[in-house]
Nanobody
């Protein structure tokens, strides 16, 4: 059973920073492409960023490019999302996901965390 547990969400002022973490159980962490998604209030879940198993390749949504950085520590089976220059539009529940597809499509990910709330005040 693979479990993903996010942490690090909270309330921050516009322009501030947060770092999200996602700890993954199981013995095959490096085989997973890890993604971060978010679901703003009243909207559908959307892609934020992904990182391959080796950590060498990343991909970002245009809306966060240059502000957010995804990384992973394979020794600790953890993936991170460093979020800088936060904007009120970044307010959402943030989810990490693990899968093999390497795409920005939620249905291509097999395992999901429970989500962590990020609220950015103006």
């Amino acid at each position: 059973q693979v479990q993903l547990v996010e942490s690090g969400g909270g309330l921050v002022q516009a322009g501030g920073s947060l770092r999200l973490s996602c700890a993954v159980s199981g013995r095959t962490f490096t085989s997973y492409i890890m993604g971060w998604f978010r679901q703003p209030p009243g909207k559908e879940r959307e892609f934020v960023a992904l990182i391959t198993g080796s950590g060498r390749t990343t991909n970002y949504a245009d809306s966060v490019k240059g502000r957010f950085t995804i990384s992973r520590d394979n020794a600790k089976s953890t993936v991170f999302l460093q979020m800088n220059s936060l904007e009120p539009e970044d307010t959402a529940v943030y989810y990490c996901a693990a899968g093999y597809g390497g795409t920005s499509v939620p249905k291509h990910y097999n395992y999901w965390g429970q989500g962590t709330q990020v609220t950015v005040s103006s």
